[in-house]
């Protein structure tokens, strides 16, 4: 199926599932995180902390995904993955960026949920190059649906340059990752 991108509040999407920008503690944070914490209600706050810590502090290593209910959300679940921080791209960031993908899709397969919406992760506050990023998820996806291709993917947008950036990815094809 085609990736398609919108403009548009990801809280409000009636999808399957939402994919979660959040950060290892997956107890919220700030942009589209807490705006999902915010829309989904306590309880998702209470399902995030009774996932278990792989070491302290952290439900959620930089690049794997988590599930939890939606809750209050109009998506039955949220997919919780954490993108990484950019320090210039010479850390691990795209493949890191590229796993966090690859992991939702992986489990939204898993639990035959078919319709799915990212944002676009790590390029808020964890500083990733918009441009780059897009380029890393568009790639990412795009590999991911060979595998499981009967998913219908949407990466909804914050704002219109976003969503702009975004189309020029999809309309360049897959990038290196």
């Not at 009636?14 to 705006?35: K, P, R, S, Y």
């Not at 493949?95 to 949920?113: D, N, T, V």
């Not at 990733?128 to 996806?141: I, K, M, R, T, W």
């Amino acid at each position: 199926m085609p990736i398609t991108a919108i403009e548009a509040d990801l809280t409000t999407l009636a999808v399957d599932v939402i994919v979660n920008a959040a950060n290892e503690t997956l107890l919220g944070g700030g942009g589209v995180d807490g705006a999902i914490h915010r829309a989904a209600g306590p309880r998702l706050l209470a399902a995030c902390r009774a996932l278990p810590e792989v070491r302290p502090s952290v439900r959620c290593p930089t690049g794997e995904a988590r599930l939890t209910p939606g809750f209050d959300l109009p998506a039955r679940w949220v997919i919780h993955t954490v993108g990484p921080v950019w320090h210039g791209g010479t850390h691990g960031e795209p493949a890191l960026l590229a796993a966090c993908y690859r992991h939702a899709m992986e489990i939204a397969a898993a639990q035959q949920l078919r319709r799915m919406a990212f944002p676009a992760i790590s390029c808020g506050v964890f500083g990733y190059p918009a441009e780059l990023a897009a380029g890393v998820a568009v790639a990412s996806l795009r590999a991911a649906l060979t595998a499981h291709g009967d998913l219908d993917v949407t990466l909804c947008c914050y704002s219109a340059p976003m969503q702009r950036i975004v189309a020029a990815a999809l309309r360049a094809g897959n990038a290196a990752i």
